[in-house]
T-cell receptor
């Protein structure tokens, strides 16, 4: 069974549209994350939720809004998509400790035209 | 400023050869250091985690070292295989108080194994 799953795997859309990416983990972890990996392959954390509470919110445009309905889900909604939003978005989960290994999903490849 | 720098940026070696990837960090207070492997088109997967008191840790053909004094870590790959072709990312965890920490990600080293 997939530990961390994301949907969709690929997303191609026009500038200005609103889109959502879903993430689910079945590992029983209490913390979930969203990362953005751009064309230079640098992973940058966007958000982190612990027990449905936002604990990390890096400098991300407020067009990006995470939503955590429960501990096993963390969805990412993006309003008014821009060309620069094109990237691979990874969801991850872990136990909330500094040594908690993060388990990553397969990524969602977003292309904004 | 907390930073993690990796070298080389990319590396090409022949199958069967050994290689060593470097990670230098300026992170304080240090909690632990982790090496991840990211295959093309997939999410990163943890290889090893090292705490302050650990100098060496092995995971199959992967051996990580940590020198907390010089703030350097290395990942040594022995007898490389084609499946080792991937990006290897160093991640350092900095403590920010009780149960609060920050992860600082390196830019990764892209390793290509040629037959």
């Amino acid at each position: 069974d997939t530990a961390v799953s994301q949907t969709p795997k690929y997303l191609v859309t026009q500038m200005g549209n609103d889109k959502s990416i879903k993430c689910e983990q079945n590992l029983g972890h209490d913390t979930m994350y969203w990362y953005k990996q751009d064309s230079k392959k640098f992973l940058k954390i966007m958000f982190s939720y612990n027990n449905k509470e936002l604990i990390i919110n890096e400098t991300v445009p407020n067009r990006f809004s995470p939503k955590s309905p429960d501990k096993a889900h963390l969805n990412l909604h993006i309003n008014s998509l821009e060309l620069g939003d094109s990237a691979v978005y990874f969801c991850a989960s872990s136990q909330m400790t500094s040594s908690g290994t993060q388990y990553f999903g397969p990524g969602t490849r977003l292309l904004v035209l | 400023k907390n930073q993690v720098e990796q070298s080389p940026q990319s590396l090409i070696i022949l199958e069967g050869k050994n290689c060593t990837l470097q990670c230098n960090y300026t992170v304080s207070p240090f909690s632990n250091l982790r090496w991840y492997k990211q295959d093309t088109g997939r999410g990163p997967v943890s290889l090893t985690i090292m705490t302050f008191s650990e100098n060496t840790k092995s995971n199959g053909r992967y051996t990580a070292t940590l020198d907390a004094d010089t703030k350097q870590s290395s990942l040594h790959i022995t007898a490389s295989q084609l499946s080792d072709s991937a990006s290897y990312i160093c991640v350092v965890s900095a403590l920010r108080g009780h149960s609060n920490y920050q992860l600082i990600w390196g830019a990764g080293t892209k390793l290509i194994i040629k037959p």
